[in-house]
């Protein structure tokens, strides 16, 4: 059926019919929102008055816009090719277009003595950008001595780059001399919405038995930071009650921020100025610009101010589109279509508040953008609500069920107040409802999950609507979701093992990629000829690691190899070698593709040179800097995708997977060391001092008390459970590890133990998402592991166990935490960890990589490993192996484990004692265990 064939219902008629005047429309999920708007655009235009160059639809996307123009010529008079250049678009082009034509003075409103010009580049790619900005941010340290404390404490300076762009979202710009307009306010902060939010967290829980949570939160005040000297003691910031002093509010807030604005404004200026010279704008800086210019030119905004204003996804637009969407209106004819419920955005500076609050943010904006001048001219008081509520898409079933994840605790301390909830229930368009809601539980939640996949495939339980019919379901009627990338990745890893019909899409970490890493060896070696490209070239062609140590001793590289490098050597660009490593290689395809534009794009807009190129690689490695490739799931194939990336999309059956403690929502991470929130404005987590004689960087005990004072956003977490699960038609399962998260412990769905049980899928597997390369077979001894050593035997007859997602986690935890990261244990294991390691007073050297060369039989055998731990003191190293066991039955098999690791280590440090012990962090306990002689292990080889 097509558009064409469908009858409006009520609601959406209504929608449709409504074309004078405000109007916030609420459009739940699947409620043919798309459809109901792009009528109403086509309604408006027919009118004699009224042409597409009056009316403003914006859209959030491109192909958004593109599938409008597409809908919309369906029902109008108006073609393709008359659309063309009506203003059906997002707020960035249309941004670009006003200053095109009209901005080429706008920076000058800042101070700024420089242009747009009609060739002024748009930087849409994140990566490029940060590469961008790292060759600012190294400029503008050398050249700005004076904000030495403040450059001290940024270790990673796009994180710098975040805080302009969320400023400039939030309508914060720098001028020459201060700040635009009344900006300085927002960094200030609000101190009376403050204190609510602290009165609120303080107030004694259970009646007043128990104390608050922020007394509560403020137990580990102090731990495992460092504070300077006049930092008050912890019992002074508690009190002896229940509650924290409600002193401790105004004394947190208030803070001489003098230093940190003017830093900020600096880099944010300083930043503006060197994009415009470099001829360059982001998407955040086009909106910042535009909205100076309608601010300041009264003449120029009446002019291209249009009839009618509508924004789709309105709940994922910023502060500043919204004044944008004011200061482009002429009337009051302003439709804004969104659903708080699906508002996920908010890393991309979108405020949920635009839509959940829009008639009291509609008339406070009014007021600020009228400040001084007679920018909207218009009534903002009268606001006509539409709600759609007849789903296209979901049973009832699923619809029923998706508003419990609005009103569902998220952790531990979070509690919902469902009476503040506005839920506006959804009736389903269905015609069959034999909806499956599940939740399954095992160890080995892969291997679960692709065994639930297989067990749903064509089975007559899980049948699925097609018009009208019911049918049996496919691997292609099926979608993953996750709320990160990484079980994604790992699910697709065991899936290739399997030959299991699975694709991933969304946000890859392009340098991780193996076309990446062998292009940095390549570059690395024409740089520098260096050990570390030549040692990655050589394990690629299939060489062991002693062959690959003798060829770097002897410098004796195989001709056709340097042959490869002479040939190189002698192509001009860096796009030109790019192109050549992957021709030599076979990498083609997205992955390919995306990564040979990526350093075209950094080489061309920079000045890196190709050394700076290399180092920016490694930086790509290191941070795991992502990048959009998107590919074709293949025929018939399993969908895999992080819960962000199917927004929008829709799926007969979900299986929502890594429900997990930890997983979703994620452990909090470390924070920028200057950033911007409200209503707390900008403030820093590290200061740098010289307190005691020596420089060194301390934490800000008072933005430690701060945010444990600001509710963690866990309404957004909500929101993102909801949306994964409003992307179901006809079937829904939830899957986890052994530790459940709260979302699904509170949601009714009883949760199942679901054994794996794998079978051949039995049929050529569908060609997966990213690249693989044929390593060839290596001529000589293989290499080992320590785990290849050792006997599974010992844990055949143990029944109790937590299985290696648990062990996985703990290890995962250890190594964050021995790297200085603000980790909060989640077990009693991790606790125990968390102990030991506060215990060791020497250097840590964390997941320590190990080599250990045997002779076996007159040929040389490598074993190589990860060392969890090894703490180095002055007169000994400890190696520190850590095991989740619920017992020691296996501790015959690790002390041949420890044993490699014993001897590389003895041999890094020959003049000092070695010990090597097992932490087990059930029972909180070492055992040292007495190494097995090089001997021993070469005979167990």
């Not at 508003?403 to 368009?429: C, F, H, M, P, R």
């Not at 993102?720 to 699960?725: C, E």
């Not at 997966?768 to 390369?773: A, E, G, I």
């Not at 690790?894 to 003895?906: E, I, W």
């Amino acid at each position: 059926m097509t558009d064409t064939d469908l009858t409006p219902n009520d609601r959406q008629e209504e929608l449709i019919e409504s074309i004078d005047g405000l109007y916030k429309v609420d459009a739940g999920a699947g409620t043919g929102k798309t459809f109901a708007v792009t009528r109403r655009y086509a309604r408006i235009v027919e009118q004699e008055t009224v042409t597409p160059e009056d009316v403003l639809l914006v859209t959030f996307t491109d192909n958004a816009a593109t599938e409008m123009k597409e809908r919309i010529v369906l029902h109008c008079q108006y073609g393709m090719r008359e659309l063309a250049d009506a203003p059906i678009q997002t707020f960035h082009s249309l941004c670009h277009d006003i200053l095109q034509e009209h901005g080429h003075d706008a920076p000058t409103h800042l101070g700024i003595d420089d242009h747009i010009t009609g060739s002024t580049q748009i930087i849409e790619d994140e990566i490029v950008e940060h590469a961008l900005f790292r060759e600012f941010f190294a400029r503008f340290s050398d050249a700005h001595p004076e904000h030495e404390a403040l450059l001290k404490i940024v270790s990673d300076e796009t994180s710098l780059l975040g805080l302009i762009n969320k400023l400039a979202a939030k309508g914060v710009f720098p001028t020459a001399d201060g700040w635009y307009r009344d900006g300085e306010r927002h960094l200030d902060g609000d101190f009376d919405a403050f204190q609510s939010l602290f009165a609120e967290v303080n107030e004694p829980q259970n009646g007043g038995s128990k104390q608050s949570r922020l007394r509560s939160k403020l137990n580990d005040y102090g731990k495992n930071k460092l504070y300077l000297p006049d930092a008050p003691p912890k019992d002074e910031i508690r009190g002896s009650g229940k509650q924290i002093p409600a002193s401790v509010a105004e004394r947190v807030f208030e803070e001489d921020r003098s230093a940190l604005k003017s830093f900020v404004h600096d880099i944010y200026y300083k930043y503006l100025e060197f994009a415009l010279s470099r001829n360059y704008l982001n998407f955040g800086f086009l909106q910042l610009f535009a909205f100076v210019l309608l601010w300041e030119d009264h003449e120029l905004r009446e002019d291209i101010a249009f009839e009618y204003v509508m924004i789709d996804e309105f709940q994922d637009s910023s502060e500043i589109q919204f004044k944008l969407a004011l200061l482009l209106a002429s009337t009051d004819n302003i439709c804004v279509v969104g659903d708080w419920k699906q508002s996920i955005y908010s890393f991309q500076y979108a405020e949920v508040e635009n839509i959940e609050e829009f008639d009291a943010r509609l008339t406070r904006f009014a007021d600020e953008l009228n400040d001084g001048a007679n920018r909207v001219s218009f009534p903002v008081d009268d606001v006509e609500p539409i709600r759609l509520e007849q789903n296209y898409r979901s049973t009832q079933t699923i619809l029923d069920f998706s508003e419990e994840a609005l009103v569902t605790s998220a952790g531990k301390y979070d509690s919902v107040d469902e009476s503040e909830v506005d839920i506006q229930s959804l009736s389903s368009n269905s015609e069959h409802d034999n909806t499956q809601i599940e939740a399954i539980q095992h160890d080995d939640e892969h291997e679960a999950v692709l065994t639930k996949i297989q067990e749903i495939h064509e089975n007559p339980e899980y049948k699925i609507e097609e018009d009208g019919e019911l049918r049996l379901p496919s691997y292609g009627d099926i979608a993953v979701f996750t709320r990160t990338r990484d079980f994604g990745r790992e699910l697709l890893h065991v899936a290739e093992q399997e030959e299991f019909p699975m694709a991933y899409e969304g946000g890859v970490e392009l340098f991780r990629t193996d076309p990446a890493k062998l292009l940095l060896a390549w570059l690395r070696i024409l740089e520098y000829d260096a050990d570390r490209g030549w040692a990655v070239v050589l394990e690629r062609a299939g060489y062991t690691l002693d062959e690959i140590k003798h060829i770097l001793d002897a410098e004796s590289y195989p001709d056709e190899m340097l042959a490869f490098r002479d040939q190189l050597t002698k192509l001009d660009t860096v796009g030109g070698i790019t192109r050549q490593v992957f021709s030599k290689y076979g990498y083609t395809g997205a992955y390919a593709d995306v990564l040979l534009n990526t350093i075209q794009s950094v080489h061309s807009s920079t000045t890196l040179t190709r050394g700076d190129l290399i180092r920016f690689i490694e930086r790509g490695i290191e941070t795991g800097s992502t990048h959009e490739v998107h590919t074709g799931a293949g025929t018939d194939s399993v969908t895999v995708q992080t819960i962000h990336a199917a927004k929008g999309l829709e799926y007969p059956i979900v299986i929502l997977a890594n429900m997990n403690s930890g997983r979703f929502p994620p452990r909090s991470g470390g924070s920028s060391p200057v950033s911007y929130q409200d209503p707390i404005g900008l403030r820093q987590r590290k200061l740098f001092a010289e307190a005691h004689g020596h420089p060194h960087i301390y934490d800000n005990w008072k933005m430690d008390v701060l945010r444990r004072c600001l509710p963690r956003d866990y309404d957004e977490e909500r929101r993102l459970l909801y949306v994964a699960m409003t992307r179901a038609e006809s079937h829904l399962v939830f899957s986890s590890g052994e530790d459940p998260n709260t979302f699904l412990e509170e949601l009714p769905v009883e949760i199942t133990e679901y054994p794996p049980q794998l079978d051949d899928v039995g049929r050529p597997a569908t060609e997966q998402t990213q690249l693989q390369v044929a390593i060839p077979e290596p001529e000589g001894p293989q290499g080992y592991t320590p785990h290849s050593l050792m006997s599974d035997d010992v844990f055949e007859d143990v029944e109790e166990g937590r299985g290696t997602a648990f062990g996985t986690r703990v290890h995962e935890f250890a190594e964050r935490y021995a790297l200085g990261e603000d980790m909060t244990p989640s077990n009693p294991d991790e606790q125990n960890v968390q102990a030991l390691l506060d215990s060791l007073s020497g250097e840590f050297r964390v997941e320590e990589e190990v080599y250990l060369p045997l002779s076996v039989g007159g040929d040389q055998v490598t074993i190589s490993g990860v060392a969890d731990l090894v703490h180095v003191l002055p007169d000994r190293v400890e190696i520190i192996d850590y095991k989740t066991d619920l017992g020691r039955h296996g501790e015959s098999e690790y002390r041949k484990q420890l044993s490699v690791y014993y001897h590389v280590v003895a041999d890094a440090y020959p003049d000092r004692d070695i010990t090597a012990s097992i932490f087990y962090t059930n029972e909180d306990t070492r055992r040292e265990i007495q190494p097995l002689s090089r001997a021993e292990l070469e005979e167990i080889v």
